[in-house]
């Protein structure tokens, strides 16, 4: 029988197959957002189980197990790694003609080496043995990068984040050494606008801090941009940065000392 996803899935003629295969297939991954926690990189965190790999954080599966009308005790709550693994296994088979479908599977090929289809009678194998090869330590969170041949991530960070997990990491992936993990800004707590205490807690997290950092400047972003050799304070501090550099030069030369972010 004809696995559902061999090396060829999607590729139906000779010619996508030998252009990806001779071309594509070893390029090196750059991906300008994603969702990899800093901490679990610069740390190179070990995974406990294919349930904290998979379900800890990913809300595209979890927003498929809530429209199956699974529990939240099974999805965000305090039910064991392999009560919520059980829950996504019921989830998959629904989820066919949806891309969590065919990702749910591209995954446990390519990472695992695992062709089976996930269903509720094949979850408790598949279970085990990813969990076996979890304890590996190619399957940490580097080894997962270093597998898939990542060379840069970008991962997605609160424009208030003090960057403390990327300094570390850079600075012990010196010397040009990749993967590299790079921030980027997405300000969902500045959106949230229904929730009051937390627009206003975050607007002010925002506010420059005089006291804390000198005007910026561009030599002080390329350092950033170019290594992080002197990240400034926070992430925010390097938008604004970046912000006033992009500026009129007869702006730039306010003497104001405040930056407008209307």
């Known amino acids: 029988m004809k696995d559902f996803m061999n090396k060829d899935f999607l590729l139906q003629t000779e010619t996508a197959q030998k252009l ?37 954080g990913d809300h595209y599966k ?13 999805i965000t709550g305090n039910a064991s790694d392999w009560e919520k693994f059980q829950k996504w296994a019921e989830t998959v088979p629904y989820c066919m003609r949806n891309p969590l479908y065919h990702w749910t599977h591209l995954e446990l090929r390519t990472a695992f080496g695992i062709n089976k289809l996930l269903n509720p ?4 194998e598949i279970f085990e ?12 969170a580097r080894g997962l990068m270093r597998h898939y041949n990542v060379e840069v991530v970008c991962t997605t960070d609160d424009p208030a984040d003090d960057l403390r997990y990327h300094q570390a990491y850079t600075a012990e992936i010196a010397n040009g050494q990749w993967p590299k993990v790079l921030p980027a800004w997405r300000p969902d707590k500045a959106m949230a606008v ?47 940065t970046a912000s006033t550099n992009s500026m009129p030069r007869s702006l730039q030369n306010q003497k104001s000392g405040k930056y407008s972010r209307r």
């Open 62 to 74: 979890w927003r498929a197990m809530r429209t199956n009308g699974v529990d939240e005790k099974y």
């Open 194 to 240: 229904e929730n009051t205490d937390t627009y206003r807690a975050t607007s002010r997290s925002w506010e420059p801090q005089q006291d804390r950092i000198s005007p910026p400047t561009t030599t002080s972003w390329m350092s950033f941009s170019n290594g992080m050799t002197s990240l400034p304070l926070r992430a925010a501090d390097c938008l604004i």
């Open 20 to 56: 990806f295969h001779e071309q594509a297939e070893h390029l090196p991954i750059i991906d300008y957002h994603c969702h990899l926690n800093p901490k679990e990189i610069a740390e190179d965190h070990r995974f406990s189980s294919i349930t904290e790999l998979w379900l800890g």
């Open 121 to 124: 009678s094949t979850a408790r």
């Open 129 to 140: 043995e990813c969990n076996e090869k979890l304890q590996q330590p190619e399957f940490s």
